[in-house]
């Protein structure tokens, strides 16, 4: 399995054009993330700047290079607090820096066929990561697919992205979810 190190290279080899992410997990036990939760809750106006700034300047050029980043990230209603966290200071703030970003309620929408349970970036449909968590949510590691399996990540894709909503969309629609409520 690849390491942070080896995932940063990766994609420098693999990401000239389009970055998916399929998510599918309602918590991640990330590292850079550390305290975020806790501001978020605590009622802080924003995420770190000194976390979140280089995150944003990386969209933003790649962005202006052509290259586009997008995620599903499929949940089931009613969001937690860590999804929450994820919506209002990740996805929405991301989209406004160039990424595309859908939701998919399984609460509101049936899971579509074939859509695979593990989180997994395809780079340029045609390099997929399969990305490996403890149970905690902590990040193990990535595993590269066998090559002949892509087309079936392509189809994951292509079925995630036609079912999910745009972000913006569903958020508008749940204002139950946002902290100001």
């Not at 499929?74 to 991301?94: F, H, K, Q």
Request: hydrophobic share 40%; with cysteine; glycine share 6%.
């Amino acid at each position: 399995m690849l390491d942070e190190r080896e995932l940063d290279q990766f994609f420098a080899d693999h990401f000239h054009r389009t970055a998916f992410r399929l998510q599918v997990r309602d918590r991640y036990d990330v590292a850079a993330e550390s305290g975020e939760l806790a501001r978020y809750l605590a009622g802080e106006p924003g995420p770190d700047p000194d976390r979140k700034t280089p995150w944003l300047d990386e969209l933003r050029a790649d962005t202006a290079a052509g290259k586009h980043w997008q995620w599903v990230h499929v949940v089931r209603g009613p969001l937690s607090p860590y999804l929450r966290l994820a919506c209002e200071w990740g996805y929405a703030i991301n989209i406004r820096a160039g990424a595309e970003v859908k939701i998919l309620d399984l609460a509101e929408h049936p899971r579509p066929i074939g859509l695979p349970n593990e989180d997994f970036w395809l780079l340029d449909g045609e390099a997929v990561l399969i990305m490996r968590y403890g149970d905690d949510g902590q990040f193990l590691g990535a595993e590269p697919a066998d090559p002949a399996e892509v087309p079936r990540y392509r189809r994951a894709q292509d079925a995630a992205w036609q079912a999910a909503e745009p972000f913006d969309r569903y958020w508008r629609a749940h204002p139950q979810y946002h902290r100001a409520a």
